[in-house]
T-cell receptor, first 111, second 114 residues
Framework: GIQVEQSPPDLILQEGANSTLRCNFS?????LQWFHQNPWGQLINLFY???GTKQNGRLSATTVATERYSLLYISSSQTTDSGVYFC?????????????FGEGTQLTVNP | DTGVSQDPRHKITKRGQNVTFRCDPI?????LYWYRQTLGQGPEFLTY????????KSRLLSDRFSAERPKGSFSTLEIQRTEQGDSAMYLC????????????FGDGTRLSIL
């Protein structure tokens, strides 16, 4: 199956700092999603981005499908950005497009 | 679009008891997925439905687990004779089932086995 690696595993920032989270995957995919899991366990959809670049407020994401990686950028971080960020991928042809998740990046933003 | 709804949010039970969780997908989404997430890990696929048909089950889904989606709308996940290792967050997701569409997740059911 597809392997997904996220880095760094842990990240501690001061409020206002910028950060970049990385997701590498081992095979071609046609779905890639970024999620934020808050302290209550809710998985919040951030981006559906199998290729290209998208922006949503202080967050943006870029996926380079040919090189099998995706980046999530967080600018001007806030304490509410704390939580775990997951990258998940799937192939349409495989198992109903079930998602394979990375192990996440634990982000802590300190005031 | 009211989102994916899961019930209950939390379940605490004694080892050996049976538990059942419910998931209501986004209306008109014909694909429904169940995932399990243990502490410190990313969610792992358990099973999925295309309408009422259960098309794949992960090896993680032991014989004590059963899932149904009787009318192609809501789904239930039952765990019989619960064990300590079943303690986890159980997440449900749905999608339209066409290429190029993301999965949308519910808030999950957190199961704790005493």
């Amino acid at each position: 199956g597809i392997q997904v690696e996220q880095s760094p595993p842990d990240l501690i920032l001061q409020e206002g700092a910028n950060s970049t989270l990385r997701c590498n995957f081992s095979d071609s995919v046609n779905n890639l999603q970024w999620f934020h899991q808050n302290p209550w366990g809710q998985l919040i959809n951030l981006f559906y981005i199998p290729s290209g670049t998208k922006q949503n407020g202080r967050l943006s994401a870029t996926t380079v499908a040919t090189e099998r990686y995706s980046l999530l950028y967080i600018s001007s971080s806030q304490t509410t950005d704390s939580g775990v960020y997951f990258c998940a991928v799937s192939r349409w042809e495989t198992s109903g497009s079930r998602l394979t998740f990375g192990e996440g990046t634990q982000l802590t933003v300190n005031p | 679009d009211t989102g994916v709804s899961q019930d209950p949010r939390h379940k605490i039970t004694k080892r050996g008891q049976n538990v059942t969780f419910r998931c209501d997908p986004i209306s008109e989404h014909n694909r429904l997925y169940w995932y399990r997430q243990t502490l410190g890990q990313g969610p792992e696929f358990l099973t999925y439905f295309q309408n009422e048909a259960q098309l794949e089950k992960s090896r993680l889904l032991s014989d004590r687990f059963s899932a149904e989606r009787p009318k192609g709308s809501f789904s239930t996940l039952e765990i019989q004779r619960t064990e300590q290792g079943d303690s986890a967050m159980y997440l449900c997701a749905s999608s339209p089932g066409t290429i190029g569409q993301p999965q949308h997740f519910g808030d999950g059911t957190r199961l704790s086995i005493l």
